[in-house]
C-alpha cells in the first residue's frame, strides 16, 4: 500500500453489494476500516442480511440501487471517493441470452456517468472477466500468451453464442470509453472463472469450457484472491487499466475431473478416474503477471 494511503479517510461504494464478490468485499473494506455504501438492487433482496456485518451506522449505510435508475446511483454515490461495481443480471432476466448484452452495456454507461458527476469521486474499479480477452480467431496461433492487453472478438462471440464474452466485452469497453471521455479515474478487473460455493454447470462463464481448456486459457479464481485484488488495485496509486485476474488453470486431466465433478456432483460417480498422472498437460497460454506483481507487498 501507498504510504500516503488513509483508509479512515475514505468512503467507498460497493455495487452491486447483494453478489457473494459485493458482499465479500463490503465484510472486507469494512474490516480495514473503510465506510461504505452499500448498493443493492431494488427488488429481492432483505437489507437485513448487512446487519450482522456491522451495527454501527456510521460506517456502513445500505442503499437500494437500480443500474437503470440514474437518481439512485447518484445517491448512492453522493460522498464516495471509490466505486467497486459488479454487474450483476436483473431479477426478472437471470440468464445470459444475446440480449443481455445490450442490458449490460446500459446499465456500465449509467453507472460510470453517475461517477463522473460524483465530484469526490477517485477510482472506480471495473469487474469485467477474462472472457473479454479470450476469444478470438487468431487465439491458437498468436505467438506471445494471451493477457490483459488482448480484447476478445464481438463478432466471433456473436458466431458462437458466446453471450458471457460478449457481453463482458462490450460492457467493458463501453465503461472504458465513458471513463476516458470524463475523465473518471478506472481500473478493471478481468476475471477467471468464480469458485463459488454456489459454482454450477449453468454458470454462462462456462460456455465454450472445452475449447478455453484446450487452448490453455481456462482460469478460475478464489473468492478471497478476487476481493484482494480488487482493494490492491484500488488503494495502489501505480495501478492503472485492466488486470487479468485467476489463480488457477485448469490445464490437467486431474484439474478438468475435479471441475466437472463439482459442477456436477450427481453424476461424479460415473466419471472416470484419472491415472495419466499428467501426460494431458496442456501448456498455459495466458498471463496474469501484471496483476501479480502489483500484489507482491499487499497486505490482505
Known amino acids: ?25 463490503v465484510q472486507k473494506l ?15 433482496v432483505d437489507k ?3 446487519n450482522e456485518i456491522s451495527a454501527d451506522s456510521d460506517k456502513l449505510k445500505v442503499f437500494r440501487s437500480d443500474p437503470f435508475d440514474y437518481h439512485s446511483l447518484i445517491d448512492a454515490l453522493k460522498g464516495c471517493s471509490g466505486l467497486f461495481y459488479t454487474f450483476e443480471p436483473p431479477f426478472d432476466q437471470p440468464d445470459y441470452d444475446e440480449f443481455m448484452a ?3 452495456v446500459r446499465a456500465a ?15 472506480v474499479v471495473f469487474t469485467s472477466a477474462a472472457t473479454a480477452t479470450v476469444w478470438r480467431e487468431d487465439r491458437k ?18 458466431k458462437f453464442k458466446l453471450w458471457h464474452g ?16 470524463r475523465g473518471v479515474n478506472m481500473v478493471s478487473i478481468n476475471s477467471g472463472l468464480g469458485m463459488s460455493h454456489d459454482l454450477s454447470i449453468k454458470n454462462p462463464y462456462l460456455r465454450g469450457a472445452a475449447e478455453m481448456y484446450e487452448d490453455g486459457v481456462f482460469v478460475t479464481v478464489d473468492l478471497e484472491f478476487l476481493v484482494d485484488a480488487h482493494i490492491c488495485v484500488y488503494e495502489d496509486v501505480s495501478s492503472y487499466g485492466r488486470y487479468l485476474c485467476f489463480n488457477h488453470i485448469i490445464n490437467t486431466q486431474d484439474d478438468a475431473v475435479q471441475l466437472a465433478r463439482k459442477l456436477t456432483p450427481a453424476a461424479s460417480s460415473s ?30
Not at 30 to 44: C, E, M, P
Request: hydrophobic share 40%; glycine share 4%.
Open 102 to 104: 445490450d442490458v449490460e
Open 166 to 181: 460478449m457481453s463482458k466485452t462490450l460492457a467493458e469497453k463501453t465503461a472504458w470509453a465513458l471513463a476516458m471521455d
Open 30 to 44: 469494512l474490516q480495514r476500516g473503510y465506510t461504505v455504501h452499500a448498493s443493492i438492487q431494488k427488488y429481492g
Open 141 to 158: 496461433t498468436m505467438e506471445l500468451d494471451l493477457d490483459e492487453r488482448h480484447w476478445s472478438d464481438v463478432n466471433f462471440c456473436r
Open 48 to 50: 437485513e442480511m448487512f
Open 109 to 123: 454507461h449509467n453507472v460510470l456517468e453517475a461517477c463522473a458527476q460524483t465530484e469526490t469521486m477517485d477510482k
Open 1 to 25: 500500500m501507498a504510504p500516503s494511503f488513509d483508509i479512515s479517510t475514505h468512503t467507498v461504494c460497493v455495487m452491486d453489494a447483494s453478489g457473494q464478490l459485493g458482499f465479500r468485499l
Open 271 to 300: 466419471m472416470p478416474q484419472s491415472d495419466d498422472h499428467g501426460k494431458s498437460f496442456i501448456e498455459q497460454r495466458i498471463s496474469n503477471k501484471k496483476l501479480n506483481k502489483l500484489m507482491v507487498d499487499f497486505e490482505a
